[in-house]
């Protein structure tokens, strides 16, 4: 049996893992839009033809201009220890996040349950009763930061903290190290 080569760190060097996870967020981002019903997703079922109707007569629509808004970047040397993650996206999708809009206001919105990726936090959406809540977002940017702390547990042997920050209105940054 041939002996098997031993590597001294087999991991990949942090800013190429960010690279990676940068590229999968964004991808987990569209994955969870689709799964909390997200525009261009169907909200509820009828919408796609009150959202033609609304366009045809010029009234308010959902463009789907958002869902495709999203980007990033990793910039930094994670050498000198100094490495970030930005992420861009239309600022308006925060409310969809949270479930507000038109007249409903984030204390309406009921977000008592814990959100997941693999079901629609809210089945039957009904914005006028609280249940409007859509999360996408910023469990994707949370999920992300455990990612980043596990693998600087995994890679370098400590434990690190890795914290989600609003740089501007459209902008998420997420210091790595």
């Not at 590597?7 to 060097?13: F, G, K």
């Not at 997200?38 to 009150?50: D, K, L």
């Not at 970030?84 to 977000?111: C, P, Q, S």
């Not at 409007?132 to 469990?139: E, Q, T, Y």
């Amino acid at each position: 049996m041939p002996k098997r080569k031993v590597y001294e760190n087999p991991m990949w060097p942090l800013k190429k893992a960010a690279s990676t996870f940068k590229i999968q967020t964004l991808q987990n981002i569209q994955t969870n839009m689709m799964t909390q019903a997200v525009w261009p997703t169907e909200v509820y079922h009828g919408y796609r033809a009150i959202n033609e109707y609304r366009k045809e007569t010029g009234g308010w629509y959902s463009t789907g201009e958002g869902a495709r808004s999203f980007s990033g970047s990793v910039n930094g040397d994670d050498k000198v220890g100094n490495l970030e993650m930005h992420f861009w996206f239309n600022d308006y999708l925060r409310y969809a996040d949270i479930g507000v809009g038109g007249k409903t206001e984030a204390d309406d919105v009921n977000r008592s349950r814990k959100a997941t990726f693999r079901q629609r936090y809210t089945p039957k959406w009904a914005r006028s009763e609280g249940r409007s809540h859509r999360p996408f977002l910023m469990m994707t940017f949370n999920s992300l930061a455990r990612r980043l702390e596990n693998y600087a547990l995994d890679f370098y042997g400590y434990e690190g903290q890795f914290r989600v920050l609003e740089a501007l209105p459209e902008e998420i940054v997420v210091p790595v190290f």
